[in-house]
């Protein structure tokens, strides 16, 4: 049954990538949908949650960037100027060469996780779930199986 939205709040692919891994490690067990939206966001994910919630306010306290625009700069991390510009679209034609210059020195200077802090977190979760499955199997019918599959 869907459940009704009262409001939305976007938030960082960092930040989803935090969400998912607290609930797993809170012995909630995650739905295929939401493993996919881990494994994706680990993927991705250059920085922390937390580094990401204060680039994110710094984008938005220093350039008066949206926030849907300096969350687009935290999920990618840009190197380079034209990057900034096509990644916030219409919203680039705002600023200054200068801007954009300051902008691109900002996220330069934010620390980016490490492929090991990363991968920490995620064997944490993988290790506590084998450990919830165990040794169980799941039956399955045969009837299930499409012919071409047998």
């Not at 200077?109 to 779930?129: F, G, H, K, N």
Request: hydrophobic share 40%.
């Amino acid at each position: 049954m869907p459940k009704e939205i009262y409001e939305s709040n976007p938030i960082s692919i960092p930040e989803v990538r935090q969400l998912l891994i607290d609930r797993a490690k809170e012995g909630e067990e995650l739905s295929y949908m939401q493993r996919i939206a881990l494994e994706h966001a680990h993927l991705t994910s250059r920085i922390s949650a937390e580094t990401a919630n204060h680039l994110i306010e710094e984008l938005v306290e220093k350039f008066s960037l949206s926030k849907k625009g300096a969350i687009t700069l935290a999920n990618f991390i840009p190197d380079m100027v034209e990057e900034i510009k096509v990644l916030l679209g219409k919203e680039s034609g705002n600023f200054e060469q200068e801007t954009f210059e300051e902008m691109l020195e900002l996220l330069l200077s934010v620390e980016l996780l490490s492929p090991e802090q990363a991968e920490i977190e995620l064997e944490s979760i993988d290790e506590e779930e084998e450990e919830s499955f165990g040794e169980e199997e799941k039956e399955v019918d045969d009837a299930m199986i499409p012919d071409d599959l047998r």
